[in-house]
C-alpha cells in the first residue's frame, strides 16, 4: 500500500506553509490532515501485511488443505508464532514462541484467527485481530477478503479500531477496496479501487482510490489519484503520473493551491 505517499505529501504541503482561500486547507489543517492520515495509514498497513502473509494456499483446493498450507507457510515465516488449526480455521498467537517475528518490515504481537471458505470461482478468507500490533500502532477488528481465480483480483472489506502506541491516539476506520494485478502479474505490482473512511479526534475523514497503478519497483504509484476529504469539507488531491522509466509527476491541489514534484525510483524530490 502506498497511502503513506499521501503522509509525505501532506508534510511538503505543511512545510511550504500552505496558505489557501476558498475550499482549500490553512496550515493547521494540513498538519491535522497528516497526523490523521498518518495513524490511519499505519493501521491500514500492518493489516496489509498480515492479509498478504496469509495468501500462500492454492485457490481451488479444499479449504482444510488450504488452511494447512497457510499454517505451515505462516510457521516457515514467522516461526514466533503458535498455530492452532481446527479445520478451516487458524488461531494464530504471535510472539508466543521463540524465533523472528517480523514480516514486511512489522515486528508482530497479538493474535489473530483466519478462516478459507470457497466462494464460488474464488475463496473467502475472514480475518479477526485482537490487539494485533507491531508497536507503532495497535488494532482490533475483522477484514473480510475475497479473490476471484477467473478475474484475478482482491477485494478486501474491513473494519478495524486502532490506537497509536506512543500516544495513545484513537481511531475507528472502514475500507472497501478491490485490487487487480498489473501486467506481469502481482510480482510486477496491482491496481487499486475503492474507499477508505476512518473517525478520528476531529471528526470523519474519507479518501478515495482512483485507478492508484502501484509498482513495487517505484517509490509512488505511477498513475491514478487519492483524494482526500476532511471533516469540515476541505478536500485535497494527489495525482500520479509516469514520466520516464524513473521519474513519477506528483501533483498536489488544495483549493486554489498546486504543488507539482517529480520523484525519483530512488525516492528523491525535486
Not at 491535522?32 to 499505519?42: C, I, K, P, R, T
Not at 472489506?157 to 502479474?185: F, I, M
Request: glycine share 8%; net charge negative.
Amino acid at each position: 500500500m502506498r497511502t503513506t505517499f499521501l503522509i509525505a505529501a501532506f508534510l511538503s504541503l505543511n512545510a511550504c506553509l500552505l496558505r489557501t482561500s476558498g475550499d482549500g486547507m490553512t496550515t493547521s489543517q494540513a498538519s491535522e490532515a497528516l497526523d490523521e492520515a498518518s495513524v490511519s495509514a499505519q493501521a491500514s498497513e500492518l493489516t496489509s501485511a498480515s492479509i498478504d502473509v496469509s495468501t500462500n494456499f492454492t485457490i481451488g483446493e479444499a479449504a482444510e488443505q488450504a488452511a494447512q498450507d497457510l499454517s505451515a507457510f505462516i510457521q516457515s515465516q514467522l516461526p514466533c508464532a503458535s498455530i492452532t488449526l481446527s479445520g478451516n480455521t487458524l488461531a494464530v498467537v504471535y510472539g508466543a514462541n521463540p524465533g523472528a517475528c517480523t514480516y514486511d518490515g512489522h515486528t508482530f504481537s497479538g493474535s489473530e484467527t483466519i478462516s478459507i471458505s470457497p466462494n464460488g470461482t474464488g475463496v473467502e478468507v475472514d480475518h479477526t485481530w485482537t490487539k494485533f500490533s507491531d508497536g507503532v500502532v495497535t488494532v482490533s477488528g475483522t477484514a473480510n477478503v475475497t479473490w476471484d481465480a477467473v478475474n484475478p483480483s482482491r477485494h478486501v472489506v474491513h473494519s478495524l479500531d486502532w490506537t497509536r502506541v506512543w500516544d495513545n491516539r484513537t481511531g475507528h476506520g472502514t475500507a472497501d477496496l478491490t485490487q487487480t494485478p498489473l501486467s506481469g502479474g502481482v510480482v510486477v505490482g496491482f491496481q487499486e479501487s475503492g474507499t477508505r473512511t476512518w473517525t478520528g479526534e476531529s471528526g470523519e475523514w474519507t479518501l478515495d482510490v482512483n485507478d492508484v497503478q502501484v509498482r513495487w519497483a517505484d517509490p509512488v504509484p505511477q498513475s491514478g489519484s487519492y483524494v482526500l476529504t476532511t471533516p469540515d469539507a476541505k478536500t485535497a488531491t494527489l495525482s500520479f503520473s509516469r514520466v520516464d522509466a524513473s521519474t513519477i509527476a506528483v501533483e498536489l491541489t488544495s483549493g486554489n493551491s498546486t504543488f507539482t514534484f517529480d520523484v525519483t525510483e530512488t525516492g528523491q524530490t525535486s
